[in-house]
């Protein structure tokens, strides 16, 4: 009988981590079913999606009250699923506060949980590895800052390094970039990432678009590169230009592709989470702004443990890149500090360097590290 392992992702970034971990499982075991809730990317690999994972893709605490209802049903429904389809193994990939939940039931009831992605317990609520370590069998984690944390609690923890460290090149990618997206050479381009989910382009889209304009002032040849990725944010990115009167600006959608327009861009505006990450690995001087609902930024202010919230500035322990959150997050600002970093090419060159450095410590070979983590716990069941 072949192995079955139920995952959730609850996101892009979550779909992209799961897909990976699913091609290095199935090297192992050929035959083995995976299910549960994903997305495109975990689907190409021949997962069975019961639930697409844009239905967990709210961020914010207000955002997540206005879905409360739905997202408890789709869970509830899950775990009555999984308890009577009794997997192998579960793992939960990212989207702590739907995973953990749904991991601790699972556990109860004999069925080893896997939480791949620490929360970041190190940046805020850390209390949480209480219930963690009630929730999980063992804990993957992707920084090498994180297995300390969770071995003092007994919490069985394995590094992985980062995925995204893997499929990355050191070196830059710059010139091959361009000429994908059959851009000049010499052209000075900026990319935009206001975020992945229709709740962060409605407050951020029209921030980035007013960002944009002030640079295109000062920069008159500048293009600017905005990857989305579905047809809704595409269409809220459109409409947030038409309000800002912006139909004129330089502007090219891309469908995805972000990568391609980081790696392309000589500097980038991004929104806090994953994309600053990407940024870092592709060398690319960026700055990072994030806005979310006055309810939401009051409650995470208060709990957040260390003052940087972008991943490189985490790895690097220093405001390595700009971060403008809530309030400071205004068009003046980001301009300012976009345009600084085009034109200082010393800042760009210490940028590059630590870059590099970080990509160097995150490379570990991640998907083959989670799978050997996760096959003791499938051995055990067959």
């Not at 699923?81 to 702590?96: H, N, T, Y």
């Not at 309000?243 to 972000?258: I, N, T």
Request: net charge positive; hydrophobic share 45%.
């Amino acid at each position: 009988m072949p192995v079955r392992i139920a995952m959730v992702a609850g996101e892009a970034s979550g779909d992209l981590l799961a897909a990976h971990l699913i091609g290095a499982l199935k090297r192992e075991l050929p035959d083995a079913q995976f299910f549960g809730i994903g997305g495109p990317k975990m689907q190409r690999e021949g997962f069975d999606a019961w639930w697409p994972s844009e239905t967990l893709a709210v961020r914010g605490y207000a955002e997540v009250l206005r879905h409360y209802r739905e997202i408890t049903g789709i869970r509830s429904r899950l775990i009555s699923r999984l308890c009577s389809e009794k997997p192998d193994v579960f793992i939960g990939v990212d989207a702590p506060d739907f995973n953990l939940k749904v991991e601790r039931k699972l556990k109860a009831r004999g069925i080893p949980a896997i939480h791949y992605v620490s929360p970041s317990i190190w940046a805020w609520r850390g209390g949480r590895i209480h219930g963690i370590g009630r929730a999980v069998s063992r804990m993957l984690a992707m920084f090498p800052f994180e297995p300390e944390i969770y071995e003092r609690e007994s919490i069985p923890v394995s590094y992985v390094g980062h995925p995204l460290a893997d499929v990355l090149p050191v070196e830059s990618v710059r010139e091959a970039a361009r000429e994908r997206l059959d851009l000049s050479g010499d052209q000075r381009i900026f990319a935009l990432l206001p975020g992945s989910r229709q709740s962060e382009l409605q407050y951020m889209g029209r921030l980035f678009i007013e960002t944009a304009k002030l640079l295109h002032e000062r920069f008159p040849d500048a293009l600017f590169l905005v990857p989305l990725i579905s047809r809704e944010t595409r269409q809220q990115f459109e409409a947030a230009l038409w309000d800002a009167g912006a139909q004129e600006l330089p502007v090219r959608m891309l469908f995805g592709h972000a990568q391609d327009a980081l790696a392309a861009s000589d500097c980038a505006l991004v929104a806090s989470g994953t994309a600053t990450l990407e940024a870092a690995l592709l060398k690319t001087p960026h700055a990072i702004a994030y806005r979310m609902s006055p309810w939401s930024w009051r409650l995470m202010k208060r709990m957040r443990y260390q003052p940087w919230v972008g991943l490189p500035n985490i790895m690097a322990r220093r405001f390595l890149v700009p971060e403008f959150l809530q309030d400071e997050a205004t068009p003046e600002n980001l301009a300012q500090a976009l345009g600084n970093l085009l034109l200082d090419a010393q800042v760009r060159s210490r940028l590059a360097q630590a870059f590099a450095d970080i990509h160097r410590t995150l490379r570990q070979g991640t998907a083959e590290k989670a799978a050997a983590a996760i096959l003791p716990y499938l051995r055990q069941a067959a």
